[in-house]
């Protein structure tokens, strides 16, 4: 568990991976969602490839670390 002792992430009942466990999870993958599609939105046809995918890639990135942090082992 994390510092504060609730975990926010958990292992799933079935199959491979940790899920949301908790609101603050669930916030978090919304939040994840919300920037993915933003930054589609925002890219314009063919246009910072490159930057487009670096971005999300930080962003999937951010979230594995919050998802490990946050996570009961």
Do not use: C, Q
């Not at 799933?12 to 466990?21: A, E, F, Y």
């Not at 939105?41 to 919050?66: E, N, P, Y």
């Amino acid at each position: 568990m994390n510092a504060t002792g609730k975990a926010w992430f958990g292992r799933k009942r079935v199959g491979w991976g940790i899920g949301p466990r908790s609101w603050e999870g669930w916030l978090a993958i919304a939040a994840y969602v919300a920037l993915m599609i933003a930054s589609s939105a925002l890219s314009t046809d063919g246009a910072h490839r490159v930057m487009d995918a670096s971005i999300k890639l930080a962003l999937t990135a951010a979230l594995i670390v919050l998802m490990v942090v946050k996570s009961r082992r």
